[in-house]
């Protein structure tokens, strides 16, 4: 069901990106946004754990610094066929942990400071499920297309804004004010509006890292009480320092995301998350 609501988000938001590029930009302003979009985020994909690492002033942590890291790591991995990932350690007091790198085999996982003195076993073998499943499910690659179409379709939104402003032109002037002004919400609404269809995709591929984790550990109840004393923490302390962007790395978000915030946060409610976890553990039972 994620990945179906992954795939259907995806189309909305392609559709979206061709109507609104089409009528604001016509097609040679779309396809010039889109390859520019494309390009920039090939980029960051391709380079994405150089990028998260130095971001985030991670460094490279030794087995002989958090053997259980790795104790966990092996048994997971071997569970699910992958590779080990590279593991490295941030250094903050916040429990956190991210992954990232383009495929399996060029994978990283980081784990903050606060994140090995919090946790005991169980919790900390569940959030590195969960980070294993986000680079097994090629997560990484979703939210990079996803952004690709998101920041074409905005380029497009500002083409048209300063056509608008500069009095447009040929084709674009034609249709009366009746289809001036519906230009001209597109050019509000649709960026809004692919923002939070991103921030949908992303929100969906966390309920699935989560359940992927929960199968791979076969204890659901460890990520779950991993998630409810990482957002305590953060709700405390949240990491203002980080540069914004980089929220939807994280396995909890790393700002606050709260009242209106919330709307446009890159993580479903952890409270949501739990609920689901703990719903899984009671089917388990059974």
């Known amino acids: 069901m994620n990945r179906l609501k992954t795939f259907l988000l995806m189309v909305l938001l392609t559709a979206i990106f061709m109507l609104v590029g089409q009528l604001i930009a016509g097609r ?15 980029f960051s994909y391709w380079y994405s754990d150089r990028i998260a690492i130095s971001m985030t002033r991670s460094r490279p942590l030794s087995e002989h610094e958090a053997p259980e890291v790795y104790r966990a790591l092996r048994e997971l991995t071997h569970n699910a066929n992958m590779p080990m990932p590279r593991v490295y350690l941030m250094p903050t ?10 495929n399996p085999e060029n994978a990283v996982i980081a784990v903050t400071a606060g994140l090995l003195r919090m946790l005991d076993y169980e919790e900390l073998k569940g959030v590195l499920g969960h980070e294993l499943a986000h680079i097994r499910n090629r997560d990484i690659l979703v939210g990079s297309i996803a952004a690709a179409l998101a920041g074409a379709l905005m380029f497009v939104a500002r083409l048209g804004m300063w056509g ?38 992303s929100r969906t591929r966390e309920y699935g890292a989560d ?9 659901p109840q460890g990520l779950a009480s991993a ?32 009242d209106l915030a919330a709307l446009f ?8 998350r739990i609920a689901r976890l703990q719903r899984m553990r009671v089917e388990r039972i059974r």
């Open 28 to 42: 040679e302003g779309l396809i010039v946004a889109f390859i520019l979009a494309l390009a920039m985020n090939l």
């Open 265 to 272: 946060s890159t993580h479903p409610p952890i409270r949501e």
């Open 227 to 258: 998630l409810a004393k990482m957002e305590s923490y953060a709700r405390r302390r949240p990491l203002n320092e980080l540069n914004q962007a980089t929220a939807h790395m994280f396995i909890i978000n790393p700002f606050s995301a709260e």
């Open 211 to 219: 359940a992927t984790s929960a199968r791979l550990t076969g204890n």
């Open 93 to 102: 007091d916040q429990p956190n942990a991210f992954a990232t790198g383009r």
């Open 164 to 201: 608008a402003a500069f009095g447009g032109g040929g084709r674009r002037n034609e249709g009366g004010a009746g289809l001036a002004l519906f230009r001209l919400l597109a050019l509000v609404l649709a960026p809004i509006a692919a923002l939070l269809i991103q921030m949908a995709i």
